[in-house]
């Protein structure tokens, strides 16, 4: 048996035969995505990730009611059923015992006590972890489990706390590519939630973390999910590999096709002697400032093979006299290409807010104060007068980096945007291999229209902008000529073509028109904009 199997005040993984009753109970409760919106309603579902509880628990308390139960106290209908299940695991209200083994009557309330989800309280059965279901890419719906949080049980968190799935465990799904692959590394896997997403284009995952409960919630997801995952959970190890430890520690002197992130980023105030049992794991990498994210973008092209691939989220510093460009510019080695996109920036003051909060820590008005302090305190020492939140792409290039491109974009992107910025590095590269741009034919983008604004009477337009109306929504300014060039971008001439006959038209066939045109025309086919025409069979890439 996996010595992260019992780990204690961790859900248990050492009864495969309860775990598959448990998913057969909650199949036949309809605890899905759809089932539970249905139940509570759309709006009420969507408070639950805004962690608010009251709109589903009076929806899920109703629905109880008014289906009923038998004569012996335990739901009668799949509804009921399904009601029960949400008011315990996911709204963490106690209830009777002959609720829970009528709600799951194969694995029963006897074996929910054996996996250590509930414990009793109140003269009845209340969860002691987070199960909720989750649509993933994996060919169907999923539960994950993970530590309740403050919402439904008041009070500061564990500093062990797993978190279960969040806004940054979504985005850096989102984010990830998904093209197949052998060897795929989670560092800092949490409930796992990353993992889940690999194991469906990556045939081998190695999952780390520095907790060992973490670990425990991780592989109890795994095997209650194995059916969906693809897993035989007699043979765990041959698609998951679970290993504790910090950082890159867990997989020295190996490489990978492709790693993913959501590490613990959050830039807290560092205290002389303290240990880690003081840090909040999921978010506290134990270093100053916004080391653990240097560090890792420094390292992680290490653990790649030529190619492949990592996708991770962070925070970053932005001291006084530096932008935040130049700073992540230099901890890039020189052989990662990197494509960075920040977010958002917060200030010292809104920032530190917003992560006390997350942990709770303003329950405790006397420690909030002082740990407010400390977040200033810290930030002033180094400087820094704004913190950035991003997502970071980098490839082990096997040579010199030749792609280097740092974005702020602020606005919604759509989403998943992880096969957009696949097609934006494809277009790189293809940018890269051409031999000469005025020899290929070029397209508009299928999502791209124009914009023109002028003036009333004007007899051209003062403004033409484009709009990408798919992945990262750019909108650009043209200039009349660029305008032009893109309006004829129907595949039949070649860039060089247009450019010539724009020269024509403005008695402009100096070469810097030309030249300048061409630096245009390469930065719209950069940004999606125009895209190269289809290669046929018969025309191979240059």
């Given at each position: 048996?996996?010595?992260?199997?019992?780990?204690?005040?961790?859900?248990?993984?050492?009864?495969?035969?309860?775990?598959d009753?448990?998913a057969?109970?909650?199949?036949?409760?309809?605890?899905?995505?759809?089932?539970?919106?249905d139940?509570?309603?759309?709006d009420?579902?969507?408070?639950?990730?805004?962690?608010?509880?009251?709109?589903?628990?009076?929806?899920?308390?109703?629905?109880?009611?008014?289906?009923?139960?038998?004569?012996?106290?335990?739901?009668?209908?799949t509804?009921?059923?399904?009601?029960?299940?949400v008011?315990?695991?996911?709204?963490?209200?106690a209830?009777p015992?002959?609720?829970?083994?009528?709600?799951?009557?194969?694995i029963?309330?006897?074996?929910l006590?054996?996996?250590?989800?509930?414990?009793?309280y109140d003269?009845?059965?209340?969860?002691?972890?987070d199960?909720?279901?989750?649509s993933?890419?994996t060919?169907?719906?999923?539960w994950?489990?993970?530590?309740l949080?403050?919402?439904?049980?008041p009070?500061v968190?564990?500093?062990?706390?797993?978190?279960?799935?969040?806004?940054a465990?979504l985005?850096?799904?989102?984010f990830?590519?998904?093209?197949p692959?052998?060897r795929?590394l989670?560092?800092?896997?949490?409930?796992?939630?990353q993992?889940?997403?690999?194991?469906?284009h990556?045939?081998h995952?190695?999952?780390?973390?520095?907790?060992e409960?973490?670990?425990?919630?991780?592989?109890?997801?795994?095997?209650?999910n194995?059916?969906?995952l693809?897993?035989?959970?007699?043979?765990?190890?041959?698609?998951?590999?679970?290993?504790?430890?910090?950082?890159?520690?867990?997989?020295?002197?190996?490489?990978?096709?492709?790693?993913?992130s959501?590490?613990p980023?959050v830039?807290?105030?560092?205290?002389?002697?303290?240990?880690?049992?003081?840090?909040?794991t999921?978010?506290?990498?134990?270093l100053?400032g916004d080391?653990?994210?240097?560090?890792?973008?420094?390292?992680?092209?290490?653990?790649?093979i030529?190619g492949?691939?990592?996708?991770?989220?962070?925070?970053?510093?932005?001291?006084?006299?530096?932008?935040?460009?130049?700073?992540?510019?230099?901890?890039?080695?020189?052989?990662?290409?990197?494509?960075?996109?920040?977010?958002?920036?917060?200030t010292?003051?809104?920032?530190?807010?917003?992560?006390?909060?997350?942990?709770?820590e303003?329950?405790?008005?006397?420690?909030?104060a002082?740990?407010?302090?400390?977040y200033?305190?810290?930030?002033?020492?180094r400087?820094?007068?704004?913190?950035?939140?991003?997502?970071?792409?980098?490839?082990?290039?096997?040579?010199?980096?030749?792609?280097r491109?740092?974005?702020?974009?602020?606005?919604?992107?759509?989403?998943p945007?992880?096969?957009?910025l696949?097609?934006?590095?494809?277009?790189?590269?293809?940018?890269?291999?051409c031999?000469?741009?005025?020899d290929?034919?070029?397209?508009?983008?299928?999502?791209?229209?124009?914009?023109?604004?002028?003036?009333?009477?004007?007899?051209?337009?003062?403004?033409?902008?484009?709009?990408?109306?798919?992945g990262?929504r750019?909108?650009?300014?043209?200039?009349?000529?660029?305008?032009?060039f893109?309006?004829?971008?129907?595949g039949?001439?070649t860039?060089?073509?247009?450019?010539?006959?724009?020269?024509?038209?403005?008695?402009?066939?100096?070469?810097?028109?030309?030249?300048a045109?061409?630096?245009?025309?390469?930065?719209?086919?950069?940004?999606?904009?125009?895209?190269?025409e289809?290669?046929?069979?018969?025309?191979?890439l240059?």
């Amino acid at each position: 048996m996996s010595i992260i199997a019992a780990v204690p005040h961790a859900p248990r993984s050492d009864d495969q035969s309860l775990l598959d009753r448990l998913a057969a109970d909650l199949t036949a409760a309809n605890y899905t995505v759809d089932g539970v919106a249905d139940l509570v309603g759309t709006d009420a579902y969507a408070s639950l990730e805004r962690d608010q509880t009251v709109p589903a628990l009076l929806a899920a308390r109703a629905a109880q009611r008014s289906e009923g139960e038998d004569s012996a106290g335990r739901p009668d209908s799949t509804e009921s059923r399904l009601a029960a299940v949400v008011l315990v695991f996911l709204l963490g209200e106690a209830l009777p015992t002959a609720v829970l083994d009528g709600a799951l009557p194969s694995i029963g309330a006897g074996g929910l006590r054996s996996l250590g989800l509930v414990e009793e309280y109140d003269g009845g059965l209340r969860a002691l972890i987070d199960l909720r279901p989750y649509s993933s890419d994996t060919g169907g719906g999923i539960w994950v489990a993970s530590d309740l949080g403050s919402h439904v049980r008041p009070g500061v968190l564990r500093t062990d706390h797993v978190l279960g799935i969040g806004r940054a465990s979504l985005t850096l799904a989102q984010f990830a590519t998904r093209a197949p692959v052998e060897r795929a590394l989670d560092l800092g896997t949490g409930c796992g939630i990353q993992t889940f997403h690999l194991l469906a284009h990556a045939e081998h995952v190695t999952a780390t973390d520095v907790s060992e409960r973490a670990l425990a919630v991780t592989r109890f997801n795994l095997l209650l999910n194995a059916a969906a995952l693809g897993i035989d959970p007699e043979n765990l190890e041959a698609r998951v590999s679970l290993r504790r430890g910090s950082l890159l520690e867990p997989v020295s002197g190996e490489t990978f096709d492709q790693v993913v992130s959501n590490p613990p980023f959050v830039i807290t105030p560092r205290h002389s002697g303290e240990t880690r049992d003081e840090q909040f794991t999921y978010r506290d990498g134990g270093l100053a400032g916004d080391d653990i994210v240097s560090s890792l973008i420094r390292d992680l092209p290490s653990v790649l093979i030529p190619g492949g691939s990592a996708q991770l989220l962070g925070n970053w510093e932005i001291p006084d006299g530096f932008t935040w460009q130049s700073r992540l510019a230099g901890w890039l080695p020189e052989t990662a290409d990197a494509w960075i996109v920040q977010r958002e920036q917060l200030t010292p003051t809104h920032y530190a807010e917003t992560w006390l909060r997350d942990a709770a820590e303003n329950r405790n008005p006397t420690r909030f104060a002082d740990r407010f302090s400390d977040y200033l305190a810290d930030f002033a020492s180094r400087s820094v007068e704004h913190i950035g939140f991003g997502m970071v792409w980098l490839r082990n290039a096997g040579g010199p980096a030749t792609l280097r491109r740092f974005e702020e974009i602020t606005h919604e992107l759509e989403q998943p945007i992880g096969p957009h910025l696949v097609a934006a590095v494809e277009r790189h590269d293809w940018l890269g291999n051409c031999r000469d741009l005025v020899d290929e034919h070029l397209l508009v983008a299928g999502d791209v229209t124009e914009e023109r604004h002028q003036r009333p009477g004007a007899e051209h337009p003062g403004v033409i902008l484009l709009r990408q109306g798919a992945g990262f929504r750019r909108t650009t300014l043209l200039s009349t000529e660029l305008a032009g060039f893109v309006s004829a971008c129907d595949g039949d001439l070649t860039a060089g073509q247009i450019i010539g006959a724009l020269a024509s038209l403005l008695d402009r066939d100096d070469d810097a028109f030309a030249a300048a045109l061409l630096d245009e025309v390469r930065n719209l086919v950069a940004d999606g904009f125009l895209v190269p025409e289809p290669v046929s069979p018969a025309k191979p890439l240059p």
